[in-house]
């Protein structure tokens, strides 16, 4: 699944092509797409035709579109927005009406104005969309067990770190929980632990507030790099709006680098499995900890 870099690269593209455009109509190719909608691909289609999507919002790894409200809603009530899930393939594609169908496309919104389509493409549909209910400042209802992510306004750090201690697990597993905090992937786990010289099974308990700060800024920082090389991508999977990959992978420090030098000494990238994955470090710089 992306990871917090590679959807706001989506979200950004989206929210420049999308925001302020009525859709004329929903066409759903694949039922799976739409299999988290409750109402199935007839009611997602009918209800999303003709509504305004207003703004493209994210939350960790989480991309939503809002809309207008087809009937006002009264005070302290939320409206509705599509909530997309990427999954392993997923992608939101703008498109010239008169582009030829991608070969995996599975959902096609077309606009009142005539111009660029929205896409849902998906080879192997692990993704989806969905119409769901908001809470009063927006944020999808599915969503309300999501953390800030480290580049939200209303991220509080101290919280964070104080609950980090509490946790009671290996560090990267913290770092992965969405709940705790969200947006942070294998990739940018291992890269920020490299950043901050840490194991990935340090005892979370056991992390001095000065440690968790150190990763926490780690995080930020290869995050905001990233994002800056339009994300991570190792395949044709994971593109912008415009089809276009990342290049970050070219600076990845240990992901997928079993084999390689550590930039930083020299010693031999190892790989290790994780939690059905994969864990990439420097032994040198990453020393196991003491038990």
């Given amino acids: 699944m992306p990871e917090l870099p590679e959807v706001e690269v989506v979200r950004r593209g989206l929210e420049r092509w999308v925001a302020d455009r009525r859709v004329a109509a929903v066409a759903v190719?694949?039922?799976r797409a739409v299999r988290r909608h409750a109402g199935g691909a007839g009611d997602f289609e009918s209800r999303l035709s003709g509504r305004v999507m207003t703004a493209v919002r994210r939350r960790g790894k989480y991309l939503w579109i809002t809309l207008d409200d087809p009937v006002p809603q009264s005070a302290g009530q939320g409206g509705e927005a599509?909530?997309?899930h990427l999954g392993m393939s997923g992608q939101l594609l703008v498109r010239p009406p008169e582009a030829p169908d991608e070969i995996h496309l599975r959902v096609r919104i077309?606009?009142?104005d005539g111009g660029p389509e929205l896409r849902f493409v998906d080879q192997r549909t692990f993704g989806a969309l969905a119409l769901v209910d908001t809470d009063p400042a927006g944020r999808p209802l599915p969503l309300a067990h999501i953390a800030p992510d480290p580049l939200d306004e209303t991220f509080d750090e101290p919280t964070f770190l104080?609950?980090?201690r509490r946790r009671r697990t290996?560090?990267?597993r913290a770092l992965l929980d969405q709940t705790l905090i969200s947006g942070i992937g294998n990739i940018y786990a291992d890269e920020a632990l490299w950043r901050a010289r840490?194991?990935?099974a340090k005892a979370t308990e056991a992390?001095?507030?000065?440690?968790?700060?150190?990763v926490l800024s780690a995080a930020r920082a290869v995050m905001v790099e990233a994002l800056d090389k339009g994300g991570t991508s190792f395949d044709s999977l994971y593109v912008n709006v415009n089809g276009q990959s990342g290049y970050f992978d070219r600076e990845l420090a240990v992901y997928g680098r079993t084999g390689l030098p550590c930039r930083r000494c020299g010693v031999l990238v190892v790989r290790e499995p994780f939690m059905n994955r994969s864990s990439f470090r420097c032994p040198r710089c990453q020393p196991r900890p003491r038990r």
């Fill in 29 to 31: 190719a694949h039922p």
């Fill in 82 to 84: 599509v909530l997309a």
């Fill in 110 to 112: 077309t606009f009142l």
């Fill in 207 to 214: 992390i001095t507030p000065a440690q968790g700060a150190s």
């Fill in 198 to 200: 840490m194991h990935y």
């Fill in 162 to 164: 104080r609950s980090l």
């Fill in 170 to 172: 290996g560090l990267k």
